[in-house]
């Protein structure tokens, strides 16, 4: 066997990422439900993603409570409640499969491959997993906001190694190049792969700190099989 794990990216990888516009669209919303500006509210909350990642920022409503007071304006907690609603909607509507991601990960199920995840996530995923259709299928899911820290930390690959009970060197890393993610795997001793769909070449994907890559790169979850030949 040429790799005993595979550990794949999220947002991007086994899902679509969100848009730039479809995101922008959901903070001005949840801007207009809290009666804060909203250049200055979409402004914060972009700039507030590692407090959010590194679970410093616990929950939706501690990030409003944080952008809130940075803008200087009271928010109702009622408003707050609602804004929290229509974040929690908009990523568990962002949770669905690409096309061969479940055939993908069932086959390397059943071939005895250690499955795993990681994460740069705020609260909402943690919360959701369990109803995704991924959650059976994953063996060790780390998500950023849980474990304290994010990638390219070091740690978090290694403890999702060991938790999985693996060897970098005998490990597949899977992701779209967002928290320079694939240099960070590969400073562990893994072999990163980058996948790039084409539907998301010309469009507006969300990606944080995305690294430029010169390395190995799939164009669809079904070539992850042959990556394992």
């Known amino acids: 066997m040429k790799y005993q ?3 794949f990216d999220l947002f991007g990888t086994l ?3 969100f848009s ?7 903070l001005s919303e949840m801007a207009s439900v809290l009666s804060l500006p909203s250049s200055d509210f979409i402004k914060l909350w972009v700039e507030s993603f590692d ?15 944080y952008v809130s007071k940075k803008i200087g304006l009271p928010v109702k907690s009622t408003a707050v409640k609602e804004a929290t609603r229509i974040r929690f909607e908009f990523t568990v509507r962002s949770i ?10 069932s086959h390397l199920k059943k071939e005895g491959y250690g499955i795993g995840l990681i994460s740069d996530c705020s609260h909402e995923l943690p919360i959701v997993w369990k109803d995704t259709p991924f959650a059976p299928l994953i063996d060790v899911p780390v998500f950023s906001c849980v474990v304290g820290m994010k990638k390219p930390d070091p740690r978090i690959y290694r403890m999702a190694l060991e938790r999985l009970g693996a060897e970098a060197r005998d490990c597949l890393y899977i992701g779209d190049g967002s928290s320079q993610e694939l240099s960070g795997a590969q400073k562990v001793g893994m072999y990163p792969v980058l996948i790039r769909v084409p539907h998301e070449m010309n469009a507006d994907a969300y990606r944080i700190d995305e690294e430029e890559w010169h390395g190995p790169t799939i164009s669809s979850l079904s070539e992850v099989l042959g990556l394992l030949e």
């Open 5 to 7: 794990a595979v550990i």
């Open 15 to 17: 899902i679509d990422n």
């Open 20 to 26: 730039n516009q479809s995101n922008m669209k959901i």
């Open 51 to 65: 407090l959010r990642a590194t679970g410093i920022l616990s929950t939706c409503e501690a990030n409003i409570e």
């Open 96 to 105: 669905v499969p690409r096309p061969h991601g479940i055939e993908v990960l």
